[in-house]
């Protein structure tokens, strides 16, 4: 399967606790999203990535979470100190600009729950 | 600020009938505007993009899309729906004078076709 992959797709935590997610995205792509997604809603943007460069982040992106990209490849979203509002799934998307507008892959998710 | 409005929770259809899911998007100048599916334990999966040209755009498995910019609308449209059409369809748009290549989702809707 050539497609986004993360790991590991279900995690249970108790509040409190570190968590790191990894994601995997399509090879030789050179972008790479995390987005974070509750029930009933619709994917909201945490950052985004150029090769290894972290571009943008978003401001629901508290000094609790952090994401690397080494070397440009696989991305780690880490949280600290889990609280149960972190609750959620946590979608990663990678894509290529080559010309026009490159549409985002979409990884199957990791689903944290936080007790 | 960019939004995406997706006004039915819900669309109900028979298996054979044609099939709206609606959109309506507000951003700063042209919009670059997305349609996701997402399965049940899926990630979102890409459909059909509008950047500019043509205001009817096709897409993945049968579907298709209006740009209306009067509207500010873009509906996504099949001719003859299917039962395993079924699933959650979210519009997603993103700004084209935006530096920032995020993606503002809509909350979703859910398609149930009944045979």
């Known amino acids: 399967d050539t497609g986004v992959s993360q790991d590991p797709r279900h995690k249970i935590t108790k509040r409190g606790q570190n968590v790191t997610f990894r994601c995997d995205p399509i090879?030789?792509?050179?972008?790479l999203y995390w987005y974070r997604q509750t029930l009933g809603q619709g994917p909201e943007f945490l950052t985004y990535?150029?090769?290894?460069?972290?571009?943008?982040k978003s401001r629901l992106l508290s000094d609790r979470f952090s994401a690397e990209r080494p070397k440009g490849s696989f991305s780690t979203l880490e949280i600290q100190r889990t609280e149960q509002g972190d609750s959620a799934m946590y979608l990663c998307?990678?894509?290529?600009?080559?010309?026009?507008?490159?549409?985002?892959?979409f990884g199957p998710g990791t689903r944290l729950t936080v007790l | 600020a960019q939004s995406v409005a997706q006004p039915e929770d819900q669309v109900n259809v028979a298996e054979g009938n044609p099939l709206t899911v609606k959109c309506t998007y507000s951003?700063?100048?042209?919009?670059?505007l997305f349609w996701y599916v997402q399965y049940p334990n899926r990630g979102l999966q890409f459909l059909l993009k509008?950047?500019?040209?043509?205001?009817l755009v096709k897409g993945s498995y049968g579907f298709e899309a209006e740009f209306n910019k009067s509207q500010t609308s873009f509906h996504l449209k099949k001719p003859s729906a299917l039962v395993s059409d079924s699933a959650l369809y979210f519009c997603?748009?993103?700004?084209?004078?935006?530096?920032?290549?995020?993606?503002?989702f809509g909350s979703g809707t859910r398609l149930l076709v009944r045979p």
């Open positions: 998307a990678s894509s290529f600009r080559d010309r026009g507008v490159d549409e985002q892959f």
């Open positions: 090879s030789e792509h050179n972008r």
């Open positions: 990535f150029q090769n290894e460069a972290q571009l943008e």
């Open positions: 951003v700063s100048g042209n919009p670059y």
């Open positions: 509008y950047i500019t040209g043509d205001n």
């Open positions: 997603a748009v993103r700004a084209l004078m935006d530096s920032s290549y995020k993606l503002i």
